[in-house]
């Protein structure tokens, strides 16, 4: 199907022009104009070009593009990159916040179904949007339970957990990648347990005095929940073929 297709039904779908975001978000570099398979990776880089090239795509989706809202020199590895990129005829379309926040195929979303909580609503703000999302689990669990839980859904090990609340977790809110320094709308949000991406030297202090258990459970691995429901949505919606490209970072 045509590339401009693709691109402007996820310009609508993922309200791209609707959040504030410090991102360029949408198609980022143009490259041929069919679209028959589709990769999906977290972070633009050679390792996510090369693969989605070796897997035939036409077009990569990540969640950290290459342009950050300021100019950006085309020398050393951003022209190695946009080489790449261009010498494989593949689009880069790139979605940040929009994807972190989408009620539907968004990071925060999906972990939410991941975990199969119940009564999600949202929580928090971030430049009028809503942060985050808070919901119920099916029984109540230690904090210990709720951790091996997530790591079993997440594929490996949380990266660190802070103790600092309550031991025993009903009510779960959640913001994937960098959130820590969310963590005091979360206690706001009245949750027994805070599960975000990555740790925040500044927030822990904070989140002891305000008596927060907070589950760090990686940024990269918290940010592949919606890219994975993305590729699932446009598959769907288009009948393409798609490709998770999974790269972590240990981060």
Sequence with gaps: ????????????????????????????????????????AVDAGLAAFEGAKAAGAQML????????????MVTGIHRQRLGALFGAGISLYAVHLPLDFHHEVGNNA??????????????GDYKGQPSGVVGQLPEVVSLDEFVSGLERILGGPVVKVWPFGATSVRRVGIISGGGGSFADQAAAAGVDVYLTGEMNHNVYHEAKELGLSVVYGGHYATETAGLKALA????????????????????
């Design 232 to 251: 699932d949505h446009l598959g769907a919606h288009f009948g393409l073929n798609t490709i998770f490209l999974d790269l972590p970072t240990g981060a």
């Design 1 to 40: 199907m045509k590339r401009d297709d693709v691109v402007s039904y996820l310009d609508d779908y993922l309200r791209i022009q609707a959040i504030e975001d410090s991102a360029n978000n949408g198609l980022q570099v143009e490259g041929g104009d069919g679209v028959g398979r589709l990769a999906f």
């Design 61 to 72: 989706i990540v969640h950290h593009g290459l342009f950050w809202g300021k100019p950006v």
């Design 110 to 123: 999906t972990l939410a179904r991941w975990l199969d909580l119940a009564d999600v609503t949202a929580f």
